[in-house]
């Protein structure tokens, strides 16, 4: 496999497992560094922006939920939630609500991390400022992952 053929890889691999599908990239970036040691800026800029693009599909499709309109949300309050939470969830939603889009510097946690970019687009978070955030904390990951690698 040629060198952009594994970047091409790692672009795919890092997309999907921001996704709710489950999967890993870590993998992915460290075959990439092993057999491409020279493309290590070239891996990092494209696992972070499939990452990141995969987390904003999930962060598209908390935007798609419903938010019921009407009550006390017409007065200013809080939306009603769309699901039935749990009052764990309920609290990682609040966090959300509460710190906004730097909340998404943790959207490279597993699990996690696809609860908070769906809680951040069915917040209507500003998009832009949760990509920034999003692709930061990610990028920071694969930084890390990298740098045990070299």
């Not at 890889?9 to 993998?27: C, D, K, Q, R, V």
């Not at 978070?125 to 890390?144: D, S, T």
């Amino acid at each position: 496999m040629s060198d952009t053929a594994s970047l091409l890889s790692l672009f795919i691999s890092s997309f999907l497992a921001a996704t709710l599908l489950p999967g890993g990239s870590e993998a992915a970036l460290f075959g990439v560094l092993k057999t491409y040691p020279e493309t290590l800026w070239h891996a990092l800029i494209i696992a972070t922006a499939g990452n990141t693009l995969g987390g904003m599909v999930t962060f598209g499709m908390g935007w798609l939920l419903p938010q019921r309109k009407g009550g006390s949300e017409a007065a200013g309050h809080t939306p009603a939630y769309p699901l039935r939470m749990q009052t764990r969830q309920l609290k990682h939603v609040e966090k959300v609500r509460s710190y906004g889009a730097p909340m998404l510097l943790l959207a490279w946690v597993p699990l996690l991390g696809d609860a908070l970019c769906l809680a951040a687009g069915w917040l209507r978070l500003n998009p832009w400022q949760a990509a920034l955030f999003m692709a930061i904390g990610k990028f920071a990951r694969y930084w890390a992952i990298a740098s045990i690698i070299a």
